[in-house]
């Protein structure tokens, strides 16, 4: 079974850049089908979809963060990576990582969430 684990600092200045890291075992990152996803929920908010890097290396990004996004991969360390520019106040938020499977239009798995702070 397809395991995720995110990794990355818990606190970021404003202005600066968030990076983290989602370490996926049991499966690999180029099998067919999977579409590797960012999903963030702020503190008393609902989810909110980031975006997703496809087996193929193809991204794809929501339409409320996307200038400030960018997820790309390590196919030998079998990891994706979420890159946020210019975080600010409206970022903190606890972060998860999943595998999106189009053929059943389902989460197969998710990581436990990592939280993140924004503070100076």
């Known amino acids: 079974q397809v395991q995720l684990q995110e990794s990355g600092p818990g606190l970021v200045k404003p202005s600066q850049s968030l990076s983290l890291t989602c370490t996926v075992s049991?499966?690999?990152?180029?099998?067919?089908?999977?579409?590797w996803t960012w999903i963030r929920q702020p503190p008393g908010k609902g989810m909110e979809w980031i975006g997703y890097i496809a087996y193929s290396g193809s991204t794809y990004y929501g339409p409320s963060l996307k200038s400030r996004t960018t997820i790309s991969r390590d196919t030998s360390r079998n990891q994706f990576t979420l890159q946020l520019s210019s975080v600010t106040p409206e970022d903190p938020a606890v972060y998860y990582c999943a595998s999106w499977r189009s053929h059943c239009r389902a989460y197969a798995s998710w990581g436990h969430g990592t939280q993140v702070t924004v503070s100076t």
């Open positions: 049991g499966g690999s990152i180029t099998t067919n089908d999977y579409y």
